[in-house]
């Protein structure tokens, strides 16, 4: 799954002689042409906020030629139907043309980094609303930690209903990654995986900005699930999270949490790219079943209009997250 030598020198040689073009690929890639009624979206943004660690591998983010292989691996899936990365992974994906009739979802606060004093004053150091309309992209995520302890919360919060504006202007998604969080006795922080927490952090993300028009959320699979996803009519896409349980048991929450009339999907990272057998293929492959079923239509997609899409043109979790948000 590891990009070669040769692949990552002509990578890093296009970098260095023709820096533009990065924005001459966004310009001509393969577009989707509409969305299916349930999306199946890889997520690899973990690295940009210094988190690189895998279950008991603190590296296992670490090698980008090893990283971008397995991305590759995903996304050859038809079925898998989209990214969610900040610019440096997305551009290599672009540049290796693996990006073509996907949809691609640009993070843009990656300040919080992880072990961080500062580390729920997340600020939005990468894509912004204007550059994410300008390269084609489909939207744009926010992670939004709700620590009531911490004052820099609030300044996230207001970034965040900013950029709800700014990419519903545009007709771009807003997705909200929601956590109530707090610090835990070591001091670090630390999301609460249960109901209750997540509930509450669901309606604070959904209120942010003048419209929820374009506003998804991106949620993690916790207990009483059905009840969680009662407290919104907001599509809402499923965080499949830091694989800490065996992957039967992973898959297992996942297709019960999108039974769920407002489940519109999941965003997987580390447990499609790293799964304890390392084989991608077929982890992706459960994925894309359990998501899109096991029969699908000629195009190779279900064609349902994603509400509040418009195309672009230019398990039991527990109480410690440690390492499960994005």
Same mark, same amino acid.
Request: hydrophobic share 40%; glycine share 10%.
């Given at each position: 799954?590891?990009?070669?030598?040769?692949?990552?020198?002509?990578l890093?040689?296009?970098r260095?002689?023709?820096?533009?073009a990065?924005?001459?690929?966004?310009?001509?890639?393969?577009?989707?042409?509409? /969305?299916?009624?349930?999306?199946?979206?890889?997520?690899?943004?973990?690295?940009?906020?210094?988190?690189?660690?895998?279950?008991?591998?603190?590296?296992? @983010?670490?090698s980008?030629?090893?990283?971008?292989?397995?991305?590759?691996?995903?996304?050859?899936?038809?079925?898998?139907?989209?990214?969610?990365?900040?610019?440096?992974v997305?551009?290599?994906?672009?540049?290796?043309?693996?990006?073509?009739d996907?949809?691609? %979802?640009?993070? @843009?606060?990656?300040?919080?980094l992880q072990?961080?004093?500062?580390?729920?004053?997340?600020?939005?150091?990468?894509y912004?609303?204007?550059?994410?309309?300008?390269?084609?992209?489909?939207?744009?995520?926010t992670?939004?930690r709700?620590?009531?302890?911490?004052s820099?919360?609030?300044?996230?919060?207001?970034?965040?209903?900013?950029?709800v504006?700014?990419?519903?202007?545009?007709?771009? %998604?807003?997705?909200?990654?929601?956590?109530?969080?707090?610090?835990?006795?070591?001091?670090?922080?630390?999301? %609460?995986l249960?109901?209750?927490a997540t509930?509450?952090?669901?309606?604070v993300?959904?209120?942010?900005?003048?419209?929820?028009?374009?506003?998804?959320?991106?949620? /993690?699979?916790?207990?009483?699930m059905?009840r969680?996803?009662?407290?919104?009519?907001?599509?809402?896409?499923?965080?499949?999270?830091? /694989?800490?349980?065996?992957?039967?048991?992973?898959?297992?929450?996942?297709?019960?949490?999108?039974?769920?009339?407002?489940?519109?999907?999941?965003? %997987?990272?580390?447990?499609?790219?790293?799964?304890?057998?390392?084989?991608?293929?077929?982890?992706?492959?459960?994925?894309?079943?359990?998501?899109?079923?096991?029969? /699908?239509?000629?195009?190779?997609?279900?064609?349902?209009?994603?509400?509040g899409?418009?195309p672009?043109?230019g398990?039991?979790?527990?109480?410690?997250?440690?390492?499960?948000e994005?």
């Amino acid at each position: 799954m590891r990009l070669s030598d040769t692949e990552i020198h002509q990578l890093t040689r296009r970098r260095i002689s023709d820096p533009d073009a990065i924005a001459s690929a966004w310009a001509t890639r393969g577009r989707r042409k509409g /969305p299916d009624s349930r999306l199946l979206i890889v997520a690899a943004d973990h690295p940009a906020r210094g988190a690189l660690g895998v279950r008991d591998n603190n590296d296992a @983010m670490a090698s980008r030629p090893e990283l971008l292989g397995r991305l590759v691996t995903a996304l050859a899936n038809p079925r898998v139907d989209g990214v969610l990365a900040t610019a440096d992974v997305l551009e290599d994906l672009l540049l290796l043309g693996a990006l073509d009739d996907k949809l691609v %979802i640009g993070s @843009m606060n990656r300040g919080g980094l992880q072990g961080a004093g500062f580390e729920f004053d997340d600020r939005f150091t990468g894509y912004t609303a204007a550059q994410i309309d300008d390269f084609g992209l489909d939207g744009g995520k926010t992670l939004a930690r709700i620590c009531l302890q911490d004052s820099g919360t609030v300044a996230t919060l207001q970034a965040t209903a900013r950029a709800v504006d700014e990419l519903a202007t545009r007709r771009k %998604i807003a997705m909200i990654e929601p956590f109530w969080s707090e610090f835990g006795t070591d001091g670090r922080a630390r999301n %609460i995986l249960t109901a209750d927490a997540t509930i509450r952090s669901m309606h604070v993300a959904s209120g942010l900005g003048a419209t929820s028009a374009y506003t998804w959320l991106k949620v /993690p699979i916790v207990p009483e699930m059905h009840r969680v996803l009662e407290a919104t009519t907001l599509p809402t896409l499923l965080l499949g999270g830091d /694989p800490t349980t065996d992957s039967d048991e992973t898959y297992a929450s996942w297709e019960d949490a999108l039974s769920a009339p407002s489940a519109a999907g999941l965003v %997987i990272g580390r447990a499609l790219l790293f799964p304890p057998d390392d084989d991608v293929a077929a982890a992706v492959d459960v994925a894309a079943r359990l998501v899109h079923g096991t029969e /699908p239509s000629s195009s190779g997609r279900v064609t349902d209009e994603w509400p509040g899409y418009t195309p672009a043109t230019g398990s039991q979790p527990g109480h410690s997250a440690k390492g499960t948000e994005s």
